[in-house]
């Protein structure tokens, strides 16, 4: 069992910066690719970036490109979220999520990773 932790959202104004955490409470440095997903209600959970275990692969959305940097430290079982320019569209909750057994590369469909936060409200708004 692998449970996460995200923090950092709250509520950030149009061109704002945020920046997510995600702890995990085991070790995620080898075979764990990791995800930010975000999810509006009343639509499906989307993905927002993925990256690989070896942090050698990443993925961002088209909506979040040039905006979004997702990172990791292995060492401290964390991955991280920066969010820039921030726009009201971009208002979701938050999750992270792993998916243990990925060696390369990484998937951006929810039902491939098997540990999920609780999630992180992001609201964006003047």
């Known amino acids: 069992q692998l449970q996460l932790v995200e923090s950092g959202g709250g509520l950030a104004q149009p061109g704002g910066s945020l920046r997510l955490s995600c702890v995990a409470s085991g070790s995620i440095s080898v075979g764990v690719a990791m995800g930010w997903f975000r999810q509006v209600v009343g639509k499906e959970r989307e993905a927002v970036s993925c990256?690989?275990?070896?942090?050698?692969?990443?993925y961002y959305a088209d909506s979040v490109k040039g905006r979004f940097t997702a990172s990791r430290d292995n060492a401290k079982n964390m991955i991280y979220l920066e969010m820039n320019d921030l726009k009201p569209e971009d208002t979701a909750v938050y999750y992270c999520?792993?998916?243990?057994?990925?060696?390369?590369?990484?998937?951006?469909?929810?039902?491939?990773?098997?540990?999920w936060g609780q999630g992180t409200p992001v609201t964006v708004s003047s």
């Open positions: 990256i690989s275990s070896s942090d050698d692969s990443t």
């Open positions: 999520a792993a998916d243990v057994g990925m060696v390369r590369g990484c998937f951006r469909v929810p039902n491939r990773y098997d540990y």
